[in-house]
Nanobody, 110 residues
Framework: VQLVESGGGLVQPGGSLRLSCAASGFTFSSSAMRWARQAPGKGLEWVSSFNRDGSTYYTDSVKGRFTISRDNAKNTVYLQMNSLKPEDTAVYYC?????WGQGTQVTVSS
């Protein structure tokens, strides 16, 4: 089982980024997929999930700005992040099947 995130980077406040998480080694289409983040000096925070029943979850601070989606043909889950704020700065991790990716850094700064 492997999860590989990509798409992080430095962006100005108000900007956008799209994170990707490529999965392998398990049946992606039937698996819940989750995004979490860890800001400097803070604990892990669940950001969003795409559940097995097709429902989605967003933590309150990202509702209306972030969108999770998945492409089962590509075994990939995405996190579209718009209207980014400095407080969104964190390492973002993809998680599924008890496995975590290596993380991708998102820095929101002018």
């Amino acid at each position: 089982v492997q999860l590989v995130e990509s798409g992080g980077g430095l962006v100005q406040p108000g900007g956008s980024l799209r994170l990707s998480c490529a999965a392998s080694g398990f049946t992606f289409s039937s698996s819940a997929m989750r995004w979490a983040r860890q800001a400097p000096g803070k604990g892990l925070e669940w950001v969003s999930s795409f559940n097995r029943d097709g429902s989605t979850y967003y933590t309150d601070s990202v509702k209306g700005r972030f969108t999770i989606s998945r492409d089962n043909a590509k075994n990939t889950v995405y996190l579209q992040m718009n209207s980014l704020k400095p407080e969104d700065t964190a390492v973002y991790y993809c998680a599924a099947q008890g496995i975590w990716g290596q993380g991708t850094q998102v820095t929101v700064s002018s």
